[in-house]
Structure formats: structure tokens, C-alpha cells
């Protein structure tokens, strides 16, 4: 038992911090959300730095990395808010098609994403859940294999998406489809919503897909994909860890600044034990956030630990987020200052990929409660 | 990055539950529990068991009677005797806090005297640091201690303390200089419980566990006794802090009741309230994190790194889930919750009403959570620089 980074380790996560420190000030976020919420200049020079190739095989062009080190990728991500299709078309989409995909989907799709030319959209959410069990969106027989039709929602940058990875319910079951974006029937309208990020409604009205278009067998898509979907929750606890580590530093350093009654504001008990208790809990979640990923390298199977781990750091981030303001006072309240973009930003993610509560039935299901 | 034990720790683990449960240790455990109010609940004869499998100080060198393994080793044993229900703080104040200073900051000759006796069985230790007036600011101590030739001679009260009236030796923190700087004047000394002028007085705690107000009259300690140099006892109870101070002993009396309030959700079959069942998560979760804060700090001090400001996260995230953790019982168990385990026909063994009377003193022994801030605050943030 160690639980230090190690010395490669500590590479990937300065590399990474490095880069979106250099690459993404909170100056691009600002523009970012005034405009289409995409960089195509960051994505690729995140590409060229291999941060899609990092975790995917070395038959696809992938540097086959292990898990905690995409972890610390994420964790940088979070640091700098970095806004990007990577969670899906990497994380999901590209865990999807490695374990379903056929050879020829593998070879055609995989070094696109290695090397960030294609980017993936998740439609997976509906009005009322994101539970994929729960799935409505109805795949039912087409012309060449099937035609789908319904509404999904929160469909993360499905406006820049070279492809869709649809969700629908299939006579057999939940079913995976994978298609361009631009294929007839689909239609995006964007959600407003409170950070400001891209987030689409994907109308699907009659849109026929080819029977070489479902990724797995017919019917097959619930477990794989709820697999995936831990990955993914862990990958998204990480980039909000690397969030609340920011807002944390960033309040850390104002109250050290600032002064009123003629002392610096993290001289008072009052604040001093409020960052002690924020820095602790952080800690500890990043150790968990370590405990989980290095599960993923052992190859044990985590199910309840991500949920454990996202429920957690939902919890955590919000409560970061809104001392940050807190400490800052009404300079922390104002758009111009950054804690509100973080706080924001924490409100999607707490929910995105199941809310703490959600995500907590199912540790309480580990438990042995009967 | 490596989380897991090894095959050989996991081994031992496995050994140490299996011990654990063998029906005599069941019983000797039963019995110790069952003892009426205010009758010591220590069981010399499991603490002996212990010994005799080299457990109390597995992570001692061989030398002085220990196993010559790493604080992962201690770790397990003590996680699994502490969760298991043996009383901890006699090994805790033993081994853990008066062994490992001794071992870190004793002489030779000190170490050879106490540590295989106390690897042994034999000899229970204990510490004498706060005093009436010098609680979270032990710095202001009181007690004097004089030269008198070779010899020193204490004059002092010392308060709260734990397993006084049951050790053979304590290691006392005095004033040897009054005129230097309060952190300044302060010295070590291993003092003979059963020496002339040393009288213990019982107080009896919320938990029912017995501390006692030591006082220290004309008491005469041998000029061998003194542990460092004289005016170094400041410095050096920081340094043996570090490391004894892991929040182990603690963590694992948390994960102890989690496993009883889950008890009082089966008894009760509430396994499918959702109140219950997010409140119970919430609480595993933060066991599992207070856990991992546990860990690093053994591990890292099993790769020779001390870090105080993580045994202070450690022991403040432990010890404040404590506190949650019992109120929690407390609202499920509802009034059967109050039902003490005296009482003819408790809830899941009278543990809810135990466990609430114990867990506010968690967060005041051996470092308040006040002072855990302080020193995550500014020792570890530095916020006043």
C-alpha cells in the first residue's frame, strides 16, 4: 500500500494541469459560453498532446494508459473547467465501441477518436429520468433495420457531434445506435440552463438507422452500458474534484488577500476552519477518487464505489462551490469574478450521470440492509 | 499508487478475524461487555492472548520484543481488534502513544527496559500530559519538576487520564525551566505509577469509562528516566504525535458502529426506508473515506513519511462521523434506541445507547477537532502567512 502518486504519475497530472492552465484561462470560458461553448483550437491541441489517445488501446492508435492516469487528465480538466466532448466520445462512446463495436466499427471509429477527429454526442437522458432501465425513446422495425423516434434531453455538445450514440428501447430491450448526427429526423434545440454549457433536446422523428448501425447485439445495451456509465462517473468525479481543488485554491488565495477589521480574512477562526474542513474533505474524496480508479487497473468490477465516489463529490462540490462565494463575499457574487463559474458548472455535474440521492439507493443496496 | 494489501497482509487479516471469532474469544469478549457500570471493562487475559501472537506490537523490531513488521501490520491487527469490540485504549495508550515514544525518542537503554515487557503483555503504560488548567493548550502546563542531585522531583496534577490506575508507568510532560519560553521549559519523564506521592483518583466519564485526576506529591524520578534533553519535551511530543496520532484506533471504533446501526436496521427491518437507507450510505461513505485518511497515513509511515496535518485530517474526519454516526442510530433505533445494554431486553445488544454516550468524547481526546483545524489551518494551509 502506497497511496503517493508516483513519479509518471505526477508527470501526466503536471503535464495536464500545465496544459489547461496555458490553454483554457477562465478568459476562453467566458468567450466559450458567449459562443458555441466548443474550442476546436483546445480540442486539438489536447488531441496532439494525446489526451484521446491516452486510454484507448495501441491497436487503435491509443497509448493504452491505465485508468488512474485518465483520472488525473480529468482532475486537470476539472482544475481549469475545461468544457468538452471528452467524456462522451471518449469515455463512454469509445469504451462502448471497444467492447461492443464490430472489427469494422473499431477500425473505422477508434483512431478517429484517438486523434480527436471525431466527436460523439450521448443521447441517453428523457424528460423525467436518465436511467437507461427507464429508457422510452421506441427503436421500432425500419425499411434497412430501424426506425427511432421520441425526445432526448441534456445531450452534451450534440451541435459539434460528428455522431449520435442513441439510446432507445428496441422490441428486445435497451439498444445501442450509433449514427452521423446530421442524419435525417434528428433535430437539436439548445436548453438554457444554469452554466450556460451545451446541452441539446435531440427530436427524433422517423429517423431511420441500418441494421449495421446498432452497436451490440439488439436488445443487449442495458449492462454494457451501465458499466460504461460508472467509468464515466468516475471520470466525471474527477473533473469535479479538480473543480472544487480550484475554487478551493482560488478562495484560499483571496482570503489570504483580503482584509477587513484590519486582518486578512483567512486569519479569522471563522474562515481558517472553513478552509481546514473544505481541504479535508477534498483530500479524502481524492483519495477515494485514487482507491476507485486504482480498482478499475485491478480489474475488479466498480459499481456501488462509483456511485459511491459521484454521490460524494456532488455533495462536495456544491458545498465547495457555494463557500467559495461565501468567502469572497459580493465580489464572489459578481459575474465577473470566478466562483461563480465553478458554482454553476457544479450544479450540472452534481446531477449529470445521477444525483447524489439516486446514486446513494445504490450503495445502500450494497449494504446488506435485510 | 497501490491500495491494496498485500497476500501475506491480507493473510494475517484473515488470521486476526479468525481469532477474533473463536468461540472463547466470542466469550472473554461477552463477558467483558457484560460486566456491570463502573467496573473495569479491560480483559488482561485477552490483552495476554494478544501478546502472545505478537500482536500488540507487530511493528516494533524484533529487538525490543516486537515483530519486526511495518505500522500496515499494526494497522490491520488493531483495525480488527478495535472493530471486533476489545477495548482499545489500553493498547492505545500502551503501545501506540507511551511504546512509540519511547521507541522514537527514548535512550537505548529506555528502550530496552520497557518494550519487550510491553510487547509482552506485561506492562501496561499510560501518558500524563493534561493538567486542570492546560487542556487543547497543553503548552501552559503546570507541573514542576526540580533536580535534586541525581533525581528529579515532580510536583504536578494531571487530569483525564486514561488507564493511570491500571499501568505500571506513565510518561509525563513537566516544567523543568519556569523561566524560559512556555514551549521552552517543557521535559519528558517516565514516572512510576506506584512511586511514593503518586496518587489516582477515579472520575467517571459520560461513556462510563474511567480517567483518572492524577497527583503528583514530592514524587522522586531518576535522572535516568528523563526521555530527551531537558527543555526538548515540546518539540518532542509534536514528534511522537505523527505517529501515534493516525485516527486508526478511532476509525475503527467508527466502523464498529456503523456495523451495529446496520444491526438496528435489520432488527427493525428498515432496509427499505429511504430516509434510512440515504443516511446509512452517506455515513458508509464516509467511512470509507475516513478509512482511506486512516491509511495514508500508515502507509506513508510505513515508507518512513510523517505528515502531522494528515493524522489530523485523519483524526478529525473519523471522529466527527463518530458523532453522526450515533445520533443516526439514535433516530432509527427510536426509543429502543435508549435502552442500555443492562437493560433485560435491548435493541441489537444495548450498542445505540453505548455508543452515543461514547462518541462525544472522540471528538475531545487526544486532539479536539478545534485543534485539528488549528493545525490543518495553520500548520497545513499556513492561512496566516
Redesign the interface.
Known amino acids: 500500500?502506497?497511496?503517493?502518486?508516483?513519479s509518471e504519475?505526477q508527470m501526466t497530472r503536471d503535464l495536464f494541469a500545465g496544459f489547461f492552465a496555458r490553454e483554457c484561462p477562465s478568459t476562453l470560458l467566458r468567450e466559450l459560453e458567449e459562443g458555441d461553448g466548443h474550442s476546436p483550437e483546445v480540442w486539438g491541441k489536447l488531441a496532439a498532446l494525446d489526451g484521446m489517445a491516452l486510454s484507448l488501446p495501441e491497436e487503435y492508435d491509443g497509448l493504452a494508459a491505465n485508468f488512474?492516469d485518465l483520472a488525473l487528465l480529468y482532475e486537470a480538466m476539472g482544475q481549469s473547467l475545461y468544457p468538452s466532448p471528452h467524456l462522451w466520445t471518449v469515455v463512454v462512446a469509445g469504451e462502448l465501441i471497444l467492447r461492443l463495436g464490430s472489427q469494422g466499427q473499431k477500425d473505422a471509429l477508434l483512431p478517429k477518436i484517438a486523434t480527436g477527429e471525431m466527436i460523439i454526442a450521448l443521447a441517453l437522458a428523457e424528460r423525467g429520468s436518465d436511467d437507461p432501465a427507464a429508457v422510452q425513446a421506441a427503436a421500432m422495425p425500419g425499411a434497412n433495420g430501424f426506425r427511432l423516434s421520441g425526445q432526448k434531453t441534456f445531450v452534451e455538445f450534440a451541435h459539434v457531434a460528428d455522431a449520435l450514440l442513441i439510446v432507445a428501447r428496441a422490441e428486445r430491450g435497451v439498444t445501442l445506435f450509433f449514427l452521423p448526427a446530421d442524419r435525417k429526423g434528428i433535430t437539436l434545440s439548445r436548453q438554457q440552463e444554469i452554466s450556460g454549457g451545451q446541452f441539446y433536446r435531440v427530436d427524433l422523428e422517423g429517423v431511420d438507422v441500418a441494421a449495421d448501425e446498432v452497436l451490440g447485439p439488439p436488445g443487449g445495451g442495458l449492462e454494457p452500458l451501465n458499466e460504461v456509465l460508472d467509468r464515466a462517473r468516475v471520470m466525471l468525479a474527477a473533473r469535479m474534484l479538480g473543480g472544487c481543488q480550484a475554487v478551493f485554491d482560488l478562495t484560499?488565495r483571496y482570503?489570504?488577500e483580503r482584509e477587513q477589521f484590519d486582518q486578512?480574512l483567512?486569519?479569522f477562526?471563522s474562515?481558517?476552519?472553513r478552509?481546514?474542513?473544505m481541504?479535508?474533505?477534498i483530500?479524502?474524496?481524492r483519495?477515494?477518487l485514487?482507491?476507485t480508479a486504482?480498482?478499475v487497473d485491478?480489474g475488479l468490477v466498480i459499481g456501488s464505489e462509483a456511485a459511491?465516489l459521484k454521490?460524494?463529490v456532488s455533495d462536495l462540490y456544491r458545498h465547495v462551490t457555494s463557500e467559495a462565494i461565501q468567502i469572497h463575499g459580493g465580489f464572489g457574487f459578481a459575474e465577473e469574478a470566478d466562483p461563480q463559474l465553478y458554482y454553476r458548472r457544479a450544479a450540472v455535474e452534481a446531477v449529470l450521470l445521477g444525483s447524489a440521492?439516486t446514486l446513494?439507493?445504490r450503495?445502500?443496496d450494497a449494504?446488506?440492509?435485510? | 499508487?497501490?491500495?491494496?494489501?498485500t497476500p501475506e497482509q491480507e493473510a494475517l487479516r484473515q488470521e486476526v478475524r479468525a481469532f477474533l471469532g473463536r468461540d472463547d474469544v466470542q466469550a472473554l469478549l461477552r463477558e467483558t461487555h457484560q460486566r456491570p457500570m463502573r467496573e473495569e471493562m479491560f480483559s488482561r487475559e485477552l490483552h495476554r492472548m494478544l501478546a502472545d501472537r505478537g500482536w500488540l506490537a507487530a511493528h516494533w523490531p524484533t529487538e525490543y520484543g516486537g515483530g519486526g513488521k511495518t505500522a500496515?501490520e499494526m494497522g490491520i491487527i488493531a483495525e480488527e481488534t478495535i472493530r471486533a469490540g476489545v477495548q482499545h485504549s489500553p493498547w492505545a495508550l500502551t503501545v501506540n502513544i507511551f511504546g512509540n515514544a519511547v521507541l522514537l525518542l527514548g535512550s537505548e537503554e529506555q528502550r530496552r527496559k520497557y518494550l519487550p515487557r510491553i510487547a509482552s503483555g506485561e506492562m501496561l503504560c499510560n501518558v500524563l500530559y493534561t493538567e486542570p488548567d492546560a487542556g487543547s493548550d497543553l503548552v501552559s502546563l503546570r507541573a514542576r519538576a526540580v533536580p535534586d542531585s541525581d533525581d528529579w522531583i515532580i510536583n504536578g496534577t494531571k487530569t483525564f487520564n486514561t488507564i493511570g490506575h491500571l499501568a505500571s508507568h506513565g510518561l509525563a510532560v513537566v516544567r523543568t525551566d519556569p523561566d524560559a519560553a512556555k514551549h521552552k521549559g517543557l521535559t519528558l519523564f517516565i514516572v512510576d505509577m506506584h512511586a511514593p506521592g503518586v496518587t489516582v483518583r477515579p472520575m467517571w466519564m459520560l461513556s462510563d469509562e474511567r480517567v483518572n485526576e492524577i497527583s503528583l506529591e514530592d514524587v522522586r524520578v531518576p535522572g535516568a528516566n528523563m526521555v530527551g534533553a531537558p527543555g526538548e519535551g515540546w518539540r518532542l511530543i509534536n514528534t511522537a504525535l505523527a505517529v501515534e496520532r493516525t485516527g486508526l484506533d478511532f476509525t475503527s471504533l467508527v466502523a464498529r458502529y456503523l456495523d451495529d446501526v446496520?444491526g438496528v436496521?435489520?432488527e427493525k427491518?428498515?432496509?427499505?426506508d429511504?430516509f434510512?437507507?440515504?443516511r446509512?450510505?452517506?455515513c458508509?461513505?464516509?467511512l470509507?473515506?475516513?478509512r482511506?485518511?486512516v491509511?495514508?497515513v500508515v502507509?506513508?509511515q510505513?515508507?518512513g513519511?510523517l505528515n502531522d496535518i494528515?493524522s489530523a485530517?485523519s483524526k478529525?474526519?473519523g471522529t466527527e462521523l463518530a458523532k453522526r454516526l450515533t445520533r443516526l442510530g439514535m433516530e432509527i433505533g427510536g426509543l429502543e434506541a435508549l435502552l442500555s445494554r443492562w437493560d433485560g431486553n435491548p435493541l441489537a445488544g444495548g450498542w445505540m445507547e453505548a455508543h452515543h454516550r461514547q462518541s462525544p468524547g472522540m471528538t475531545i481526546a487526544a486532539g479536539t477537532t478545534?485543534i485539528?483545524?488549528?493545525l490543518?489551518?495553520?500548520r497545513?494551509?499556513r492561512?496566516?502567512?
Open positions: 500500500m502506497d497511496m503517493r502518486l508516483d504519475q488512474t484560499f482570503a489570504k486578512r483567512a486569519t477562526q474562515i481558517a476552519f478552509l481546514a474542513e481541504q479535508t474533505r483530500d479524502g474524496a483519495l477515494l485514487y482507491k486504482w480498482q485491478q459511491m454521490a460524494l440521492t446513494r439507493d450503495v445502500a449494504l446488506g440492509l435485510f | 499508487m497501490d491500495f491494496g494489501f500496515i446496520i436496521i435489520r427491518q428498515l432496509g427499505g429511504r434510512v437507507r440515504q446509512i450510505a452517506e458508509y461513505t464516509d470509507e473515506v475516513a482511506l485518511l491509511w495514508r502507509s506513508n510505513a515508507h513519511k494528515y485530517m478529525l474526519y478545534e485539528m483545524f488549528y490543518i489551518a495553520y497545513g494551509l492561512v496566516h502567512k
